[in-house]
């Protein structure tokens, strides 16, 4: 791949970004992008705001289609949600998405597990862990620098080599406004990879994302229609698309309780997925809430001692947070400290 000169911004789950409450935060991701050499678009319907964006789930699956048929390098998803699975039927009724996929760099997360899935149907690698409102636009006087490393690297590269363990990791943000710029949240030190169960040396290629999201394929408890629809596209991967992966999650700023957490592991144990990948990776919970919890319901849940299982990546919801690359090969190495591509 090479560097990432022109980059177009999307709206496909929530639509904030064009509210007026946050022009502040957008401004300042205008800002270092621009600084970094990189030129910035937004695609036609992306700063529409949240109640167009709500309403008009097919006008979202179009700005993806166009995007992919620009002359962008990279696809940046703004934000997260809830509900970017309604844009399936206007991506795959008539395999609309698989005819625009192009070769470009997408990155995104949260909610956006859902256009990782649709990609990786559709034949496309894809990027995973950050996004342009809660990473670029940062309001300390950078962006996070264990975030900021790996962005960077995908802007000048086009691609992630390595990643390590942050040294720290911090409260999540509870304050956006204008009076927070230039502030940082208060940070802790942070352990590093820790293996949970198995052999501390694995490798495949990396497919998962939000395990809330994911949820929400297998289970219709936030929307009644999600169901139905995610098995119509057939969205989430056969069984046989998971054999030698690396499954990967997190979970989100929702905190789900442990008994939430059990429920969401045991859709995935029903589906059979911890028979057939070669380890998990699961990404530090937000503010470390329920994390000793979450580590005793794993090993619980998927009931295999030899599956490997490593904890604590830098991924998702809590901050700071790298990009996992999707679809390209991995290999996790405990002892190392370090997953490299």
Same mark, same amino acid.
């Given at each position: 791949m090479q560097k990432i000169k022109d980059i177009t911004i999307v709206s496909l789950s929530k639509g904030i970004l064009?509210?007026?409450?946050?022009?502040?935060?957008?401004?300042?991701?205008?800002?270092?992008?621009?600084?970094?050499?990189?030129?910035?678009?937004?695609?036609r319907n992306a700063l529409k705001g949240m109640e167009y964006i709500e309403q008009h789930p097919e006008e979202r699956a179009k700005d993806l289609i166009e995007a992919f048929e620009s002359d962008t390098d990279m696809i940046?998803?703004?934000?997260g949600g809830e509900d970017t699975y309604r844009l399936l039927p206007y991506l795959f009724k008539n395999d609309e998405l698989?005819?625009?996929?192009?070769?470009?760099?997408?990155?995104?997360?949260?909610?956006?597990?859902?256009?990782?899935?649709?990609?990786?149907?559709?034949?496309?690698?894809?990027?995973?862990?950050q996004a342009f409102l809660p990473d670029v636009c940062e309001l300390f006087d950078t962006m996070l620098p264990y975030s900021e490393k790996y962005f960077k690297e995908l802007i000048e590269t086009?691609?992630? !080599?390595?990643?390590? $363990? !942050?040294?720290?990791?911090?409260?999540?943000?509870?304050?956006?406004?204008?009076e927070a710029i230039g502030t940082i949240?208060? !940070?802790?030190?942070?352990?590093?990879?820790?293996?949970?169960?198995?052999?501390?040396?694995?490798?495949?290629e990396i497919l998962g994302g939000c395990i809330d999201t994911i949820y929400d394929?297998?289970?219709?408890?936030?929307?009644?229609?999600?169901?139905?629809?995610?098995?119509?596209?057939?969205?989430?991967?056969?069984?046989n698309d998971w054999k030698g992966k690396i499954l990967l999650l997190e979970s989100s700023e929702e905190k789900?309780?442990?008994?939430?957490?059990?429920?969401?592991?045991?859709?995935?144990?029903?589906?059979?997925?911890?028979?057939?990948?070669?380890?998990?990776?699961?990404?530090? $919970?937000?503010?470390?809430?329920?994390?000793?919890?979450?580590?005793?319901?794993?090993?619980?849940?998927?009931?295999?001692?030899?599956?490997?299982v490593v904890v604590n990546i830098n991924v998702g919801h809590a901050i700071p947070r790298c990009i996992i690359p999707f679809g390209k090969h991995a290999r996790v190495d405990v002892d190392k400290q370090e997953i490299v591509f």
């Open positions: 064009g509210e007026p409450f946050i022009e502040h935060e957008l401004e300042i991701g205008l800002r270092r992008l621009k600084e970094w050499g990189v030129d910035v678009h937004f695609s940046l998803c703004a934000v698989k005819k625009a996929v192009k070769e470009k760099v997408f990155l995104g997360f949260s909610d956006s597990t859902m256009n990782h899935l649709m990609l990786h149907k559709a034949g496309l690698d894809t990027y995973y862990g086009g691609t992630i !080599s390595r990643i390590m $363990p !942050s040294d720290i990791w911090y409260d999540s943000r509870d304050d956006f406004s204008k949240p208060a !940070s802790h030190e942070n352990e590093g990879f820790i293996l949970l169960q198995g052999k501390g040396q694995f490798e495949g394929i297998f289970n219709g408890e936030r929307f009644a229609d999600t169901v139905e629809i995610c098995e119509k596209y057939e969205i989430f991967p056969s069984i789900a309780t442990p008994e939430k957490y059990r429920k969401m592991l045991n859709e995935l144990k029903k589906y059979g997925v911890f028979d057939v990948v070669n380890g998990v990776l699961i990404g530090k $919970p937000a503010d470390e809430t329920y994390f000793e919890e979450y580590k005793e319901i794993l090993k619980e849940a998927i009931d295999n001692p030899d599956l490997p």
